[in-house]
T-cell receptor, first 114, second 113 residues
Framework: GAVVSQHPSRVICKSGTSVKIECRSL??????MFWYRQFPKQSLMLMAT?????????EQGVEKDKFLINHASLTLSTLTVTSAHPEDSSFYIC??????????FGSGTQLSVL | QQQVKQSPQSLIVQKGGIPIINCAYE??????FPWYQQFPGKGPALLIA?????SEKKEGRFTISFNKSAKQFSLHIMDSQPGDSATYFC????????????FGAGTILRVKS
């Protein structure tokens, strides 16, 4: 079945540093990928829609300069959390749409900013 | 504004019981209604999905019931097992937008053995 691979699964970084999270569709092409943020025991909050070859579309309240999204190919989107602070600590999840299986999610990245 | 309302927030059933999770929506443009299962520290996994042209869909032990006029849909888990203990999310999307999903708040299910 369709698989979305997300890497890394867990990252710990110091405050002020930048962290890059990768999201790959392994056996299908995805012109659109989505990035979500999830706090403990809460639902998924859509942060942005990543479009291959063009700028991402951000949801209201999400800082474009803090959460940089690049969708350089049909199988790869990256989310870079710039100048991370403790309040950015969260579970980040990407998804992509597969024709056969609908929207498929990655396994998530737990970001901890010290 | 929460576009998909999910209830209950948490649910405990005995093994073999049939937990039912309900969702309601307002946006009549929604035409795709999936349910996801999420274990701690993992991404959501698609369980089953339905479109408004059918009132019920079954896949294994999971059944979606859909009431278009009431704008409600629900997930039933038959013969629930302790391994079904997880958080369940309903979601909805409208045509266009590349399948941008709107999620319910989630239901934490615990199946007691």
């Amino acid at each position: 079945g369709a698989v979305v691979s997300q890497h890394p699964s867990r990252v710990i970084c110091k405050s002020g540093t930048s962290v890059k999270i990768e999201c790959r569709s392994l056996d299908f092409q995805a012109t659109t990928m989505f990035w979500y943020r999830q706090f403990p025991k809460q639902s998924l909050m859509l942060m942005a829609t990543s479009n291959e070859g063009s700028k991402a579309t951000y949801e209201q309240g999400v800082e474009k300069d803090k959460f940089l999204i690049n969708h350089a190919s049909l199988t790869l989107s990256t989310l870079t959390v710039t100048s991370a602070h403790p309040e950015d600590s969260s579970f980040y999840i990407c998804s992509a749409r597969s024709r056969r299986q609908g929207v498929v999610f990655g396994s998530g990245t737990q970001l901890s900013v010290l | 504004q929460q576009q998909v309302k999910q209830s209950p927030q948490s649910l405990i059933v005995q093994k073999g019981g049939i937990p039912i999770i309900n969702c309601a929506y307002e946006n009549t443009a929604f035409d795709y209604f999936p349910w996801y299962q999420q274990f701690p520290g993992k991404g959501p996994a698609l369980l089953i999905a339905i479109r408004p042209d059918v009132s019920e869909k079954k896949e294994g032990r999971f059944t979606i019931s859909f009431n278009k006029s009431a704008k409600q849909f629900s997930l039933h888990i038959m013969d629930s097992q302790p391994g079904d203990s997880a958080t369940y999310f309903c979601a909805a999307s409208a045509p266009g937008g590349g399948n941008k999903l709107v999620f319910g708040a989630g239901t934490i299910l615990r199946v007691k053995s």
